[in-house]
Nanobody, 129 residues
Framework: QLQLVESGGGLAQPGGSLRLSCAAS????????IGWFRQAPGKEREGISC????????NYAGDVKGRFTISRDNAKNMIYLHINSMKQADTGVYYC??????????????????????WGQGTQVTVSS
C-alpha cells in the first residue's frame, strides 16, 4: 500500500517556526516528485511547494517564498517542510503528496494537485498568538 503520513503540525506563534515531516511507505521516493499543499479554512487546497525526483531546486508559491523550505531524504524515505516567520495566513491543513516522475530535474506541478496520486491525511497547523 502506497502511503504518506504527515506529522509535526500544531500551534505556533506568529514569527515562529515548525518543521513538518512526511513519511513514505510502500514505495521508494527516488522516482517521485513531491509536493506540499495547504488548505485554509473555507478555501480550496493550494500548492505551496514542490520538488522534482532528481532536482536540487524547488518551486514555491509566492506568499511562502523565502519562508518555507521543502526538502527530501530519499535514504530515509522522508519529505520535510520547514516553515519560518510564520503568519496567521499560514493556518490550515498541510498535505504532502507524491507523483511518479522519474529522472526529472524541475518540478512544474506546484499548482496541479490533480497530478499527484499519493496523498497524506494532512496535519493541522494553527498560527495564533
Amino acid at each position: 500500500q502506497l502511503q504518506l503520513v504527515e506529522s509535526g503540525g500544531g500551534l505556533a506563534q506568529p514569527g515562529g517556526s515548525l518543521r513538518l515531516s512526511c513519511a513514505a511507505s510502500g514505495f521508494s521516493l527516488d522516482d517521485y516528485a513531491i509536493g506540499w499543499f495547504r488548505q485554509a479554512p473555507g478555501k480550496e487546497r493550494e500548492g505551496i511547494s514542490c520538488m522534482a525526483s532528481a532536482g536540487r531546486f524547488a518551486n514555491y508559491a509566492g506568499d511562502v517564498k523565502g519562508r518555507f523550505t521543502i526538502s527530501r531524504d530519499n535514504a530515509k524515505n522522508m519529505i520535510y517542510l520547514h516553515i519560518n516567520s510564520m503568519k496567521q495566513a499560514d493556518t490550515g491543513v498541510y498535505y504532502c503528496a507524491a507523483v511518479l516522475v522519474p529522472a526529472s530535474n524541475m518540478c512544474t506541478l506546484i499548482h496541479r494537485p490533480g497530478k499527484y496520486h499519493i496523498w497524506g491525511q494532512g496535519t493541522q497547523v494553527t498560527v495564533s498568538s
